[in-house]
């Protein structure tokens, strides 16, 4: 592989990675409370977020496709920063940004994912996943040893 391609993919793992776990970490109040500058500060204003991408959702809904994605966040995030499964990992994260990009955009605003990098994070999550080999990573050791 090529080193740019080698080195651009290890760090566009690492940003996605670590892009889907500070949100998670905001949500559950470790970034600061709410008003503090954190986007959401705690649980209950993340789940009226998620109501507002869903707003024919009922709360008690809003708040278990919250688990879902909080879920899903943590486990593309951490998969990607260790290198583990990338395929797998970016597909599910580039969908699941997918998703979230275009509920903002019906329900918040045509410009809502434009303001923040969604729309990017859905594309390289499907680079990645579309890479055959991915240096410097747990897949790759594996891939490695089983030659």
């Not at 966040?73 to 395929?87: D, K």
């Not at 998703?99 to 434009?114: D, Q, T």
């Amino acid at each position: 592989m090529n080193n740019i391609l080698a080195v651009g993919q290890f760090l566009l793992r690492l940003a996605l990675g670590a892009g889907f776990l500070i949100p998670v970490m905001d949500r559950l109040g470790l970034l600061g409370p709410p008003g503090s500058g954190a986007s959401w500060g705690d649980w209950e204003h993340f789940v009226d977020y998620t109501n507002t991408l869903i707003p024919f959702a009922s709360r008690q809904i809003a708040n278990i496709m919250s688990i879902f994605a909080t879920a899903g966040e943590l486990v593309f995030g951490i998969l990607l920063v260790i290198g583990f499964r990338i395929r797998e990992a970016g597909l599910g994260a580039g969908i699941l940004t997918l998703s979230f990009g275009l509920c903002m955009a019906i329900f918040v605003s045509i410009s809502a994912p434009f303001g923040y990098p969604v729309f990017v994070f859905t594309g390289g999550s499907l680079v990645l996943s579309g890479l055959d080999r991915h240096e410097w990573s747990i897949d790759y050791y594996i891939q490695k040893r089983s030659l």
